[in-house]
Every structure is written in structure tokens, then in C-alpha cells.
Antibody, heavy 124, light 107 residues
Framework: DVQLLESGGGLVHPGGSLRLACKAS????????MTWVRQAPGKGLEWVSS???????????FYADFVKGRFTISRDDSKDTLYLQMDDLRAGDTAVYFC??????????????WGQGTPVTVSS | SYVLTQPPSVSVAPGQTATMTCGGD??????VHWYQHRPGQAPILVIH???DRPSGIPERFSGSKSGDTATLTITRVEAGDEADYYC???????????FGGGTKLTV
């Protein structure tokens, strides 16, 4: 079975950093584009970032405007793991962060498989 | 930035049909996906590529698109269908994945 397990969330002060991880299993991770989506308390789903598979050979990265250079998406195919490095965190980044597999493409593909999410709280 | 507009809420009685819309500029030229999301759970893809139902999704769920409006229809609604439903597209001009604001389905 496909499984995506997020980790790395927690409480951080404004201006601080966190690195989220998403461990994949049950599928050939290196073949798939991946994405991060978040949900702030009382709000809807909000796209954060996506990246292509290294197998696609183009190494494309996409970010929501609110990221503004503060977040970096990456992957380690040898560990079947997707990452989201989050720097200069703000109160507005408080949310549950989900990772998801995209297919067939990073752009028009759908997200069939999702993790359960990891909560991030930015507060002093 | 690209905006997808969904009604905030829809309410139906059990056994009836729920219809939820999603509108956006030039939506006719985009591929629409629909997700169901219950609090505290992972989102579930219920319709992708405008009309296709992923494996395991009941036939009661269907998607359509006409002009710049996409529609998710759930027939014979059950209490377990109560959730938030989001439409989503890829906006090529901005290279952004965009979600609608979501519709809360109350049964």
C-alpha cells in the first residue's frame, strides 16, 4: 500500500526554521512528482510547493507566492523522502502541512495519495 | 493570481443529490480535480481530470464541466459524505496549483 508519513512539525518562534520530511513507501518514489499543501486553522486547503521527479530530468520547482524565497522543496530519492525547509517562519504559516504524490505530471496531475499531515505552530 | 470560486456551503437531506460548483476565468481550458476533506484526516481525491473517478470512489460521485464552471455531483447522499469539498487546477500563466475556497457539505 502507498503510504506517505510526514514528520518534523512542531512549535517554533517567529523567524525560526523547521524542516518537514515526508517518507514515502509502497511505490517507486523517484518516478513521481510531489507536492506540499497546507491548511491553516479554520481555513481551506492551500498549495505550498511542488517539484518534479528527478527521473523527469527537468528538475522543476514551483512555489506559492507567499513563500517569497523562505521555503525550499527538495527530495532524496535514495531515502524515498521529500523535504520542505521552512525559514523565517511567520504566524501566518501556522497550519497542518500535508505531502502528496502527483500523477502523471507536476502541473496538471492530481494528488491521489496524501499523508496525514504534520502540524506547525509559529508563536512566541 | 488565479481564483476559483466555490459556494461556502451546500446542505442536502440524506438520499438527495448534492451539487457543488467551481468557477474561474477560462476554466474551460483547465483540468479540474476535486478533493473531499474531513477534519483531522488526509484529503481524498474524488474526481480527477474533470470527470474521471479514481479507483475506490463510489459511482455516486461524478464531475462535469460546462464553459467556465465545473460541477461535482453526489447522488444518494449519505451522512458519511459530510465534508469540505475543494476544486483545484493548475494555472499555467502563474505556474501555480490553485485550490478553490471549498464548499462545506452538510447532510
Amino acid at each position: 500500500d502507498v503510504q506517505l508519513l510526514e514528520s518534523g512539525g512542531g512549535l517554533v518562534h517567529p523567524g525560526g526554521s523547521l524542516r518537514l520530511a515526508c517518507k514515502a513507501s509502497g511505490f517507486t518514489f523517484r518516478f513521481f512528482a510531489m507536492t506540499w499543501v497546507r491548511q491553516a486553522p479554520g481555513k481551506g486547503l492551500e498549495w505550498v510547493s511542488s517539484m518534479t521527479s528527478d527521473e523527469a530530468g527537468d528538475g522543476e520547482f514551483f512555489y506559492a507566492d507567499f513563500v517569497k524565497g523562505r521555503f525550499t522543496i527538495s527530495r532524496d530519492d535514495s531515502k524515498d523522502t521529500l523535504y520542505l525547509q521552512m525559514d523565517d517562519l511567520r504566524a501566518g504559516d501556522t497550519a497542518v502541512y500535508f505531502c502528496a504524490q502527483l500523477a502523471p505530471t507536476v502541473t496538471t496531475g492530481s494528488a491521489v495519495f496524501w499523508g496525514q499531515g504534520t502540524p506547525v505552530t509559529v508563536s512566541s | 493570481s488565479y481564483v476559483l470560486t466555490q459556494p461556502p456551503s451546500v446542505s442536502v437531506a440524506p438520499g438527495q443529490t448534492a451539487t457543488m460548483t467551481c468557477g474561474g476565468d477560462n476554466l474551460r481550458g483547465k483540468t479540474v480535480h476535486w478533493y473531499q476533506h474531513r477534519p483531522g484526516q488526509a484529503p481524498i481525491l474524488v474526481i480527477h481530470f474533470n470527470t474521471d473517478r479514481p479507483s475506490g470512489i463510489p459511482e455516486r460521485f461524478s464531475g462535469s464541466k460546462s464553459g467556465d464552471t465545473a460541477t461535482l455531483t453526489i447522488t444518494r447522499v449519505e451522512a458519511g459524505d459530510e465534508a469540505d469539498y475543494y476544486c483545484q487546477v493548475w494555472d499555467t500563466p502563474t505556474n501555480h496549483r490553485v485550490f478553490g475556497g471549498g464548499t462545506k457539505l452538510t447532510v
